[in-house]
């Protein structure tokens, strides 16, 4: 799975969770910089992207995604890719 | 197949786009219909999202039921439930408003005449405490009196919070039992260790029940639930620690589900009548056509046991107080055989308040059966294998509940009590009594007319027929159909693979193999048609003509004849000639040529009749059904 695809999947989920289709995302993107995308929010992302790509954050992980670019990469670790 | 995204709801491939197309002006039935789909959590927040953008805070006009205000107080987060109950309320067109306390505070919000809870004036209250606050302070060096009085405590605790919300109240209370979450201590014999929280999480759950029926309180089951669907699918332990989540997001629509479904049911708001189809439903195969030794049913094979398990969870359904009717398209002579004499049917005619087996429309025979037993359309769930009768069902009777079933007869059961239709929170006297009541009136007649806008739904089918001669690929399909359709079939002649290839070979014979699709799928092939040059000049006689009845009712015989004098014609034909030999079991076809506009032309000594229509004049019949390249 390449950086591309694994940052289209977070996108459609970021779009669903937050129902907003304009949404992009780049790697350096926080979920400040999104309106509606609060602590609690992020917690819907995070399992949301669990099951879209059939992995298990470790309780620390889940405290290191801070940015886009940090899913991306533990997403792909993670996937063996 | 998992609880957690509604699996006995139908899956609806187009739900995202309709959802982004809803805009504000959408009214609430459109809502209700996309609530009653197939969805994970995040569709679920969404729809709850627009709706909330579309309707604000006040009940929308077009729902039938006053609106709930539910106050769930929780000691954990319980906020993430919110939108998924909502929804859960929607899909039984009931406008829900949900109030929470702030973060762990439900006794002060309880216990502050100005709180916003009591501004709020909930008409229903749920209590839902997570495992570890409901437990107290944990110590597995208890003895047993200690725990005794440790579990004891904790059902007082509850006990005392459903006095504090009555007299505040006034209102149904709910109380949510613990998740048994916590790992063991000792293993299989952890109940020998008292201050276990494993076995004292058990024995809360046991008491918190007992208290509850003596306080009028219902219970949401959460511990049953997890043994159905395992603790590791409701509790990720990850995000109780990140966020005091204990109640996993995923699993927010079946949460919201069971929510509703206590709540309507303490209105009265809960279904009454199970209508079952017969064939692939109470048993596998074709009764008109594979005889009663030749359906699927009880010892003897897998299947048939899985069939048998079906109606034993119906039958306990209607010991219970569920009413039971059947609604199958058949004919009612032949529908009733295996209840009289096969040896391994548990139900009886008699369980049954309505039986209705004919060749009219389900919609219309559901208006029949509803106004029969007296009850309200949306008192009947409708179960049946067939996605076509299911999806007529839905559209034309929206109030009907149409579980999605599987296609596995061994999950029937499964799926139906999956989707709480029956949900009681109480059993009477007169419930126990029902099913004895239908016998005595199991014998009546039914005065059915069909009213349902049945043209419109087949044009939404999007039908397409495919035909084509007989050819190598389907020459055994052929064969097995001639060989084993016997209810609409007009003259049941038999033929071996054998003739079926002389059938191919003969320039003269006319032979139509038929497959239909639809939006919902292939049917594959479902009629045959033979025809050979009569012994008179100018006329094709038509030797054969079956059709698979699960296509009944679309029009495929009417497109068939079409395409059938179209072939007459480029033939050089002046008519084509019907023949109808009447068997035990074909009595569903008596009509069909005088149904097509055939003229009777004689019979002959085996009661066998001839039927005539001229080719010159033929007005092709207009159908929806698209007749495909081939």
Known sequence: MTDLEIMDGITEVVREALDDDTITLTPSSVAGDFAGWDSFKHITIVVATEMRFGIKFRTAEIESLKEIGDFVALIRKKKGA | ?630
Not at chain 2, 171 to 191: K, S
Not at chain 2, 450 to 467: G, Q
Not at chain 2, 471 to 481: N, W, Y
Request: charged letters at 25%; a negative charge; glycine letters at 6%.
């Open chain 2, 1 to 630: 197949m998992s609880a957690s995204d509604l699996w006995w709801l139908p899956k609806n491939a187009d739900w995202s786009d309709e959802v982004r197309s809803l805009g504000t002006t959408a009214g609430w039935g459109r809502f209700v219909s996309l609530a009653n789909c197939r969805m994970d959590f995040l569709q679920t927040e969404r729809l709850d999202k627009l709706a909330r953008k579309s309707f604000g805070d006040h009940p929308p006009s077009g729902t039938t039921s006053p609106a709930v205000r539910l106050a769930i107080l929780g000691s954990s987060m319980v906020s993430h439930l919110i939108p998924a109950i909502r929804v859960a309320f929607m899909r039984r067109g009931i406008w829900a408003e949900i109030y929470t306390n702030p973060f762990g505070q439900y006794l002060q919000d309880l216990m502050d005449a100005g709180s916003a809870l009591h501004a709020f004036k909930p008409n229903v209250v749920l209590f839902a405490f997570d495992a570890r606050h409901a437990l107290g302070r944990a110590n597995a060096a208890r003895d047993a009196a200690a725990a005794d009085r440790a579990v004891e405590d904790a059902a007082d605790q509850c006990a005392h919070v459903w006095d504090m919300a009555r007299q505040a109240f006034a209102c149904p209370i709910i109380q949510q039992t613990i998740l048994p979450l916590f790992p063991a201590l000792l293993g299989n014999n952890e109940h020998r260790l008292p201050g276990s929280p494993q076995a004292m999480t058990q024995r809360i759950n046991q008491r918190i029940r007992r208290r509850a029926d003596e306080a009028g309180v219902d219970i949401l089951a959460l511990d049953a639930r997890a043994t159905e669907d395992g603790i590791a699918s409701w509790h990720n332990p990850v995000l109780w620690h990140r966020a005091k989540i204990e109640i996993a997001p995923p699993m927010s629509p079946l949460y919201g589900d069971l929510v509703a479904r206590i709540v309507a049911a303490q209105r009265g708001r809960s279904y009454k009548c199970l209508v079952l189809d017969l064939d692939n439903t109470l048993w596998g195969g074709v009764i008109g056509d594979d005889g009663i030794e030749g359906i699927v049913l009880g010892q003897g094979s897998a299947e048939g046991e899985a069939f048998i398990a079906f109606q034993n969870y119906a039958q306990r359904l209607s010991e219970r107080g569920i009413i039971l009717a059947v609604c199958s398209k058949n004919d009612e002579k032949i529908a009733l055989t295996p209840f009289a004499s096969h040896p391994d049917m548990v139900l009886k005619r008699s369980s049954f308040a309505a039986f209705v087996a004919n060749w009219t429309d389900k919609a219309a025979n559901l208006r029949a059966i509803a106004a029969e037993i007296n009850i309200g359309l949306d008192a009947l769930v409708f179960a049946d294998d067939n996605p076509f009768e299911r999806n007529l069902v839905r559209r034309e009777l929206p109030a009907v509940a149409v579980p999605e079933l599987p296609e596995d007869a061994a999950f029937y059961a499964q799926c139906i009590a999956d989707g709480g239709y029956f949900e009681s929170v109480r059993m009477t006297a007169e419930d126990f009594s029902r099913a004895g009541q239908y016998q005595a009136n199991a014998e009546r007649e039914f005065a059915r007319q069909a009213t349902s806008d049945l043209p419109a739904y087949l044009k939404s089918l999007e039908m397409e027929m495919r035909v084509t001669p007989f050819d190598v690929l389907g020459q055994a399909r052929i064969t097995q159909l001639i060989n084993k359709t016997n209810q609409f079939n007009l003259t049941t002649r038999r033929y071996t693979e054998r003739d079926v290839e002389a059938a191919m070979a003969d320039k003269d014979t006319v032979t139509f193999q038929i497959r239909l699709t639809d939006k919902y799928g292939d049917n594959g092939m479902i009629a045959v048609v033979i025809a050979k040059p009569s012994s008179r000049p100018g006329e094709l006689m038509i030797d054969t003509w079956l059709m698979s009845c699960r296509v009944l009712g679309r029009q495929v015989e009417q497109a068939t004849l079409n395409l059938l004098v179209d072939e007459a014609r480029r033939r050089g034909y002046r008519a084509v000639i019907g023949e109808f030999r009447p068997t035990e079991k074909n009595g569903l076809v008596r009509d069909h040529y005088a149904k097509l506009g055939f003229e009777e032309d004689g019979t002959d000594d085996a009661g066998g009749s001839f039927w005539r229509l001229p080719i010159e004049n033929y007005v092709p019949t207009q159908t929806h059904i698209k007749i495909g390249e081939i």
